[in-house]
């Protein structure tokens, strides 16, 4: 019988596939952590969009008004059951908002999910500007050509981004 056993540990035929597997398993972990990573990354990315959008729409909205429009523009953004709090200051909105990302792959090793938050603000520069209803974010050409009978009627600002040597044009 010793000898037997003695025969079994020198053997080393095996070797490579018990290291293949050991090896595999470790590889598989980190492939599928990287997966989960990137999905709780790309939710954030999404949150933080949102956020965004939210606290920009707060800051524009008249004064009493705020809080409900930033809450309007997340839901529309982001479309989960994530609610974000809204804070208003002044003339400063703020959004913060959190949420848990399911994991797939690390569930395994006893993660179940990755926490997310992300926080915006918004600050109005000038409180007694008219509300900007038009956002032309072109940021080489014309931002805003119109032609022949346009006509364009507003009680609020136009920003224009472009660069352009026109911004806006009007014939």
Known sequence: MKQHINTFARNESGAVAIMFALALVVLLGAVGGAVDYARAVSAKTKLGSAADAAALAGVVAPQH????????SFSANHGSTVVPQVTVVGDTVRVVATEPVPTTFLNIVGIREIP??????????????????????EGSETGLHGNSHAKLDADCGIHVNSAHTTEALFT
Request: hydrophobic share 55%.
């Open 116 to 137: 997310t938050g992300v926080e915006s603000e918004a600050v109005m520069a000038v409180s007694s500007a008219a509300p900007q209803c038009i956002l032309l974010l």
């Open 65 to 72: 008004e705020r809080i409900g429009a930033a809450m309007r």
